[in-house]
C-alpha cells in the first residue's frame, strides 16, 4: 500500500506534501462522518426528549451540547474545505507560498499544518 495515489508532478517535495494532505484530508472526512452521526444522535434524542415534558430537566442541557457540536462540526468542515484549497494549490504549483505575502511558507509549518494558507508571519 506504500505507492499510494499517484502524485501530481511527483518530483521534488511536492509529493511528500500530496501524501500527508491525503493522510490528512482521509482524517478529515472521518473526523466529519463521525461528528454528523453524533449530531444526528443528537437531533433525535432530542426530538424524542421534546415530545415527552417528563424529559424537560433532561432535555434542559441539550441545546448548549447542540450548538457546541454544530461549531465543532462547522470547524471540521472548515478544516476539511482548508485540504481540498491546499490540494488545488498543489495541482496549481502555488502550495507552500503564503496566499498573502507569497513568501515561502517554510517546511516546519508544512509538516506541522499541511492544508496552511498562510505563512507564520500573517497567520
Ligand atoms: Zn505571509
Redesign the pocket.
Known amino acids: 500500500m506504500s505507492s499510494g495515489p499517484s502524485a501530481p508532478g511527483s518530483s521534488g517535495s511536492g509529493s511528500a506534501a500530496f501524501e500527508r494532505l491525503v493522510v490528512e484530508r482521509a482524517r478529515a472526512a472521518e473526523r466529519l462522518t463521525a461528528l454528523r452521526l453524533e449530531f444526528a444522535r443528537l437531533l433525535e434524542y432530542s426530538a424524542d426528549v421534546g415530545a415527552d415534558d417528563e424529559h424537560d430537566i433532561e432535555g434542559a442541557s441539550m441545546p448548549f451540547e447542540r450548538e457546541q457540536l454544530r461549531a465543532t462540526l462547522r470547524q471540521a468542515a472548515g478544516k476539511a474545505e482548508e485540504i481540498d484549497a491546499a490540494f488545488a494549490r498543489l495541482a496549481a504549483g502555488t502550495y507552500g507560498t503564503?496566499t498573502?505575502?507569497g513568501?515561502p511558507m517554510g517546511a516546519g509549518r508544512l509538516e506541522a499544518r499541511p492544508a496552511a494558507r498562510?505563512?507564520a508571519?500573517?497567520a
Do not use: S
Open positions: 503564503c498573502l505575502c513568501q498562510t505563512c508571519r500573517c
